[in-house]
């Protein structure tokens, strides 16, 4: 037999091998949007009453552990890596059992998964005995919670496509120097498995280019200006809302006296513009944002929610980016 013959059947057999079980894979890896809420219809194993399957820098799941600590409420912890803090085991085929859209969080209730961090919020305040702890029993107080509950919501699957909606919607686009720091340290490989099987391509696609770019590239990449900016400029504008409802309430929080679930999703959002070196730019030349932002890291919470689940690569990256401010190395088209 022909040599080349050989070498060419060799070839396809293995090529053809791979693609089987390339779609044997994804087969296994099926993903899809899930509705949001209780899913009673859906039991999954469990050791606790509440568990919690977070990751320790994604935005929806500070806001959980937040809430669940003002509660004071005990939970089986599943930490989850996501790309950004390490390899995709979001999509891994153990996790998509509990949540095939491939997202964190998600609290099981007696092993009844709740989809969507703002409904896990009401979840858990509606079904503890205390839950008018962070929840005004005003009818206009309940209003304006509910407002800023949505407004510093995560919305839809191309949140940083729409950074005006909710300042949840803007903090996307501000991370993106922290995800390029971070993503620096990951290899291609891991990258590539979101690229294979992840519902959202244009995710991973967008981790490939800033792996590729790394940190200083990505933040000249004429697109990634654009939407910091676009970012930046939404923001303001939510931060504004903020502080006008700060004054109109009197403060210490968005509903005045009490501390609700709206301050629990803000904190997140103020912490998340600490981990991006954002605070100089947008919150602190804002007197009343900084008194606000001062009573938030008093709260017991924000220490069991926030800075003890801090990420040893977002910890280094927010010192890379200001140390870049610093160095007059920061791309002139970005504000600071
Ligand atoms: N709207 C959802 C957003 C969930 C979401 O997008 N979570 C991000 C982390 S903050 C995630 O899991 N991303 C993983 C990925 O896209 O690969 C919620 O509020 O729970």
């Not at 961090?117 to 079904?127: C, D, G, T």
């Not at 390029?180 to 490939?208: D, E, N, Q, Y």
Request: proline fraction near 6%; charge should be negative.
């Amino acid at each position: 037999m022909d040599l080349n013959a050989l070498i060419g059947g060799v070839a396809l057999t293995i090529g053809l091998l791979g693609l089987m079980l390339f779609l044997r894979e994804r087969a296994l890896r099926q993903t899809h949007e899930v509705p949001q809420g209780l899913q009673v219809q859906i039991s999954l194993p469990h050791k606790a009453q509440w568990t919690l399957y977070h990751n320790p820098f994604s935005l929806c799941s500070k806001k959980v552990r937040v809430c669940l600590a003002e509660y004071e409420l005990d939970y089986d912890s599943v930490l989850i890596d996501l790309i950004e803090t390490g390899s995709y085991q979001n999509i891994s085929r153990e996790f998509l059992k509990v949540n095939p859209a491939a997202t964190v969080p998600v609290l099981l209730h007696n092993g009844h998964p709740i989809y969507e961090s703002h409904e896990q919020l009401s979840y858990v305040a509606s079904s503890v005995n205390n839950g008018d702890l962070l929840v005004p029993q005003d009818a206009q107080a309940r209003q304006v919670m509910d407002m800023w509950v949505e407004k510093t919501s995560l919305l839809g699957d191309d949140p940083i496509a729409s950074p005006e909606a909710t300042a949840g919607n803007a903090a996307p686009g501000l991370t993106i120097p922290i995800f390029a720091s971070m993503v620096t340290r990951i290899p291609v490989t891991k990258i590539v498995v979101g690229l294979l099987f992840h519902r959202i391509k244009k995710r991973a696609i967008f981790f490939l280019l800033m792996k590729l770019s790394g940190l200083q590239k990505t933040l000249k990449l004429n697109p990634v200006v654009g939407i910091i900016n676009r970012s930046a400029t939404a923001m303001t504008a939510h931060l504004d809302d903020l502080e006008l409802q700060l004054e109109h309430s009197g403060g210490p929080w968005i509903c005045g006296d009490q501390f609700t679930l709206a301050d629990v999703g803000m904190m997140v959002i103020f912490d998340r513009l600490r981990e991006g070196d954002w605070l100089d730019l947008l919150v602190l030349q804002r007197p009343v944002l900084v008194d606000y932002w001062m009573v938030l890291q008093q709260r017991p919470s924000y220490h069991s929610g926030c800075v003890s689940f801090a990420h040893p690569r977002v910890t280094e990256a927010t010192v890379e980016l200001a140390a870049l401010k610093q160095a007059g190395q920061w791309p002139s088209d970005i504000p600071r």
